[in-house]
């Protein structure tokens, strides 16, 4: 994706120097965590819970950035700022006020505003109360050498990965929702119902993220270069429950998804890329039979 020379948000922090996790103690609590988090929206206070018991210790670093590590910061900076100018201009044309998320660039483990303690094996994560992203660029190593994904983890000032962009663009889709108030019914309706339909409504929230990305991609045309859409529906069909349990646990158990197959997961980016409509990423309907109401 080509990227330089257009706007780059304030909305970002960078915490990469700060607040890093030393010792070895959380290794193996955070590879059991590590599966659950990838990508996740709604759900991740327990896990933020668990990440607390991981401990260790933290210290600022005193360096600057290095030149590999500012452009990650200009490239992330210039994805959000293209995301606040999408949703921006998609409220307004709804009558709307959009409310742009911050984000947190962090490393290894990040303190978050409310007081948690998260760590980078969650993955990329939103957290509604701060409307906030946090994020650590590792990610995408990771999505590289152990899902396979194609993604070039080293930003260049010619291009950076279109699939930061989609990661980014799926956690901007879960604010989103909250700024829609989808986020808050999910909640609302999922402490009434049974472990079963709580993960149909965490799969439709997922794949609504996937579409609201695909949506914010259809906007960015002007600016994609030839394989970008691919390397993102390449990300998502990695990243898909079944691919994830498969990998796992060498079979799939549909009932405990909670962000969709590979298929589901790229459709929906897909419709939302080739509509760019937002009405027409009523992912409820398809998985649970009908609408949020
Ligand atoms: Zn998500």
């Not at 020379?5 to 890093?20: C, E, F, I, T």
């Not at 933290?58 to 490239?75: F, H, K, V």
């Not at 909640?187 to 009434?192: G, L």
Request: aromatic letters at 8%; a negative charge; hydrophobic letters at 40%.
């Amino acid at each position: 994706m080509k990227w330089t020379g257009r706007r780059q948000s304030g909305n970002v922090s960078d915490k990469r120097l700060s607040g890093r996790m030393i010792g070895g103690v959380g290794g193996l609590i955070v590879v059991g965590l590590m599966l659950f988090g990838l990508f996740t929206g709604t759900d991740t206070s327990g896990l933020i819970d668990l990440a607390q018991t991981v401990g260790g210790t933290t210290q600022t670093e005193t360096r600057e950035l290095t030149a590999q590590e500012q452009r990650e910061l200009d490239y992330v900076e210039t994805i959000v700022a293209d995301t606040e100018d999408v949703w921006n201009e998609i409220f307004l044309q709804n009558d709307m006020d959009y409310r742009e998320p911050q984000l947190v660039l962090y490393r290894d483990s990040v303190q978050t505003e409310s007081g948690s303690f998260a760590s980078a094996a969650m993955g990329p994560f939103y957290m509604p109360s701060e409307e906030t992203i946090y994020l650590d660029m590792s990610f995408f190593e990771q999505l590289r050498t152990e899902f396979g994904a194609r993604v070039k983890t080293d930003v260049s000032a010619e291009s950076g990965d279109f699939v930061v962009a989609y990661v980014i663009a799926h956690e901007v889709g879960h604010h989103v929702q909250k700024q829609l108030g989808i986020a808050d019914a999910v909640a609302a309706k999922q402490a009434t119902v049974g472990q079963t339909e709580a993960n149909q409504l965490s799969v439709a929230m997922e794949l609504q993220a996937d579409f609201f990305a695909g949506v914010f991609a259809h906007e960015q045309q002007q600016i994609l270069e030839s394989g970008d859409i691919d390397a993102a529906l390449n990300a998502a069909a990695v990243i898909g429950d079944d691919a994830i349990q498969r990998k796992t646990q060498g079979q799939v158990v549909p009932d405990s998804f909670t962000h969709g197959t590979s298929e589901q997961r790229a459709y929906w980016f897909n419709l939302g890329y080739q509509t760019g409509d937002i009405n027409q990423g009523d992912t409820f309907k398809e998985v649970l039979g009908e609408s949020l109401s």
